[in-house]
């Protein structure tokens, strides 16, 4: 019984020295996030953020809010807002909130046409669900060595991403076919140009080119045309792309938690990132079918890792 009485003392005492060593932690005021919606991944991307903060930084009050009815009182008093989703950083940047904003879950076009942005990004940051062209390429690299021929539809909202795709494609001696794709009849016409001769076909988080209107056709034209699609999601994969590059919701909070800490530590925001954390997915019968060897996703995924300097 004593040493039961003991050991729930000692930790009692470890437990306020934190909240001690962490300052104004326990009275500072919350940590606000605002979510797009309460299902899907932006309930695993939430779920995700608490868990680490909770074990990381225990004394750190969190309240979550939907972004339907939040009004800028609401945000008062708080440290830090997170938000997750696109709806939800909308919400927020249109509140012009002083405090730091961290925004997840949305692509860097989104993120590029937020109202209200300050001029200097000490007070808003993001980590974006674009996985960066170096990363793209050198999976391509990687996981097809003998394909010199890469293919690009360009729509409104992946212009500076291609631009950087293309560069280091050319950079690394691989041919680069592109075409823009202006509205729904161009897609079409695009594809037959671009996989004229067979193709890695690198489908990007674009709506207006990739979306779940035109996957089918743009999988089915590329199969046709022998071409091989890295595609940004694991849907993607099981919908008949060769090979997926992704961030999983529970990694993107994971790492929003990281930064959330440092920033209740007292450091500034970084500058918007893409995620750090990702995955690779492969679709074996679509490789049979093609024709084409390819390592497991894990082994891809982790050599990968080991390159950009991950254990």
Known sequence: MHAALRLFLCRLV??????????????????????SSSDGAYAEASAALRSQLQRTMPWVEIEEQGWEELAAQR?????????????????VAGLSPRQPVLHTLLPSSAYSRLPNMPKSGA??????????????????????????????LTGSDSEA???RLGELARERQLEVREANVTADRDLYPALQRVLAEPAVLIASP???????????????????????????????????ALLGLYSTPE????????????????????????PRQ???AVNTNVARSLGIQLDSAERLGNELARREGRP
């Open 14 to 35: 470890a437990s306020l020295a934190l909240g001690a060593m962490a300052g104004p932690g326990w009275a500072a005021p919350p940590l606000i996030i605002v979510n």
């Open 161 to 163: 991403l291609n631009l």
């Open 75 to 91: 945000l008062e008093g708080s440290r830090m807002i997170v938000t997750i989703g696109t709806q939800a950083a909308r919400v």
């Open 278 to 280: 990702f995955e690779v």
């Open 206 to 240: 674009d709506a207006q080119v990739f979306n779940s209107f035109t996957v089918q056709n743009v999988l089915l034209t590329a199969y046709r045309h022998r071409s091989p699609v890295v595609g940004f999601s694991s849907a993607y994969v099981r919908a008949g």
């Open 123 to 152: 007070t808003v940051s993001a980590i974006l669900l674009d996985q960066p062209a170096e990363r793209q390429i050198a999976l391509i690299r990687l996981a097809l060595p003998d394909w010199k021929r890469i293919a690009l």
């Open 251 to 274: 990694q993107i909070g994971q790492q929003a938690a990281e930064t959330v800490q440092k920033v209740l530590s007292g450091e500034t925001l970084p500058p918007p990132r893409p």
